[in-house]
């Protein structure tokens, strides 16, 4: 019996990205969670295994050489992940090419614009009493998420999936597809994507990924609530810890 893998989470896009791939690879895990509004990825005990201080973060007992790995990075721990199981990575080395890809796409784009799009549309108006601040980057970050939407539709056109079979480029994007009417996206205008967001969230493993931890979830970082206003404080404004 393997031994589970320790999964340092919090239920967001970032984390749903793992949780859906140990649901889709059926291994064993145990939910570490890590909450990010009242400042627990600051723990040097979680910074010891991301020193970025963001989960997602896993600890798998069973690394090479049945010796203890821990991977922080999102996209690092999928590719862990699919090498670890042989699965959802490409049959080939021109399918892998596809899926890396669109993997790097998400981490270093979608993941990124539609983050700070959210950031400019939800968060940044309980922060500022200028409300006039907010509009360049509310306009550029929408624009921009609106832009990989269109990209990723066309790559979806003729396709169920971003690198034809499904694999860990889907379970990379589809989280950060989740929050589109939050984003100012309107649906409709992508049927490709709209089509394979349905398809991939069909899925009973993404399903279960991502319902995990739900219950976790505040209000939201929005609310005028204490625990939200602290959230906020925890998050936004950070710098370098010397
Ligand atoms: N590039 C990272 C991003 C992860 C990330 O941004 N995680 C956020 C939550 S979605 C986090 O942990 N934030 C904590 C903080 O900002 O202190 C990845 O893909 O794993």
């Not at 999102?74 to 699965?87: C, D, F, V, W």
Request: charged content about 25%; some cysteine.
């Amino acid at each position: 019996m393997p031994q589970p893998i320790k999964l340092h989470y919090w239920p967001t896009p970032n984390g749903w990205k793992v949780s859906i791939a140990l649901e889709e690879m059926g291994l064993p895990y145990e939910l570490k969670a890590v909450n990010i509004g009242a400042g627990e990825q600051f723990r040097p005990e979680f910074l010891a295994i991301s020193p970025n201080n963001r989960m997602p973060a896993i600890v798998d007992p069973e690394g090479p050489d049945g010796q203890p790995i821990s991977v922080f990075e999102s996209g690092a721990i999928l590719q862990y992940l699919g090498r670890k199981t042989g699965r959802f990575y490409g049959r080939d080395e021109r399918q892998r090419v596809a899926v890396e890809e669109w993997l790097f796409w998400q981490v270093g784009g979608l993941g990124p614009m539609a983050g700070q799009t959210h950031h400019f549309r939800q968060y940044a108006p309980s922060m500022l009493a200028d409300q006039r601040q907010i509009a360049y980057g509310a306009i550029r970050y929408t624009n921009e998420t609106h832009r990989l939407y269109g990209v990723l539709n066309e790559r979806l056109q003729g396709r169920d999936f971003i690198a034809d079979d499904y694999s860990i480029a889907d379970m990379a994007c589809w989280g950060w597809v989740v929050p589109w009417r939050n984003q100012g996206i309107d649906l409709d205008e992508f049927p490709h994507l709209k089509a394979w967001f349905e398809r991939v969230g069909a899925r009973e493993a993404v399903q279960r990924g991502f319902k995990l931890g739900a219950e976790l979830r505040s209000q939201g970082l929005h609310s005028n609530s204490a625990d939200a206003e602290k959230a906020r404080a925890v998050l936004f404004g950070q710098r370098a810890r010397t």
